[in-house]
């Protein structure tokens, strides 16, 4: 199975990526998670994108706040797919890494989950790496399946609570 990327702009956001990290390990997909800057280590963040092919990624995630250039950077250098996960900050409430996140130039796809959606950025990359991989797409349907049983359960006590 492919391996997912996941580069951090900042260890800061190691609390939102762990989501991400989290949902990896359930679905028991490879991962790899590094700190690279956009603006202080574009070299490595760059050179970490062009090898991630040959190096067994099957998709990157670039988690970055503030101006968030991070996904984009990443996104520049590979041709895999990226998901870019806008961090909240302090002053803006992720609003501004949202936009940064999103607004990618024609020809440089990132695809853009919620502030701080990690989880989701994680699906996204499971759902990618299974259009190749049926035993992954299988687990994905399960966990639909269960989350669904979920809501079922909640509105089934909601309705013996109010029915009384």
């Given at each position: 199975?492919?391996?997912?990327?996941?580069?951090?702009?900042?260890?800061?956001?190691?609390?939102?990526?762990?989501?991400?990290?989290?949902?990896?390990?359930?679905?028991?997909?490879?991962?790899?998670?590094?700190?690279?800057?956009?603006?202080?280590?574009?070299?490595?963040?760059?050179?970490?994108?062009?090898?991630?092919?040959?190096?067994?990624?099957g998709?990157?995630?670039?988690?970055?706040?503030m101006?968030?250039?991070?996904?984009?950077a990443?996104?520049?250098?590979?041709?895999?797919?990226?998901?870019?996960?806008?961090?909240?900050?302090?002053?803006?409430?992720?609003?501004?890494?949202?936009?940064?996140?999103?607004?990618?130039?024609?020809?440089?796809?990132?695809?853009?989950?919620?502030?701080?959606?990690?989880?989701?950025?994680?699906?996204?990359?499971?759902?990618?790496?299974?259009?190749?991989?049926?035993?992954?797409?299988?687990?994905?349907?399960?966990?639909?399946?269960?989350?669904?049983?979920?809501?079922?359960?909640k509105?089934?006590?909601?309705?013996?609570?109010?029915?009384?």
């Amino acid at each position: 199975m492919k391996k997912v990327g996941i580069v951090m702009g900042s260890d800061s956001d190691l609390p939102v990526v762990q989501k991400a990290i989290d949902t990896l390990k359930d679905l028991e997909i490879p991962y790899e998670v590094h700190v690279y800057s956009a603006h202080r280590t574009p070299e490595q963040a760059g050179e970490f994108a062009r090898t991630a092919r040959e190096n067994g990624f099957g998709v990157l995630i670039g988690a970055a706040g503030m101006a968030a250039h991070l996904a984009g950077a990443i996104a520049a250098n590979t041709t895999l797919p990226v998901i870019g996960i806008p961090c909240k900050g302090s002053v803006l409430d992720g609003i501004d890494a949202l936009l940064s996140t999103v607004q990618m130039p024609s020809g440089i796809p990132v695809a853009t989950v919620a502030i701080n959606g990690a989880a989701n950025a994680a699906l996204l990359a499971a759902e990618i790496l299974a259009v190749e991989d049926l035993t992954l797409a299988q687990k994905l349907a399960a966990l639909r399946r269960k989350g669904a049983e979920k809501v079922l359960a909640k509105d089934a006590a909601l309705a013996e609570q109010l029915h009384q």
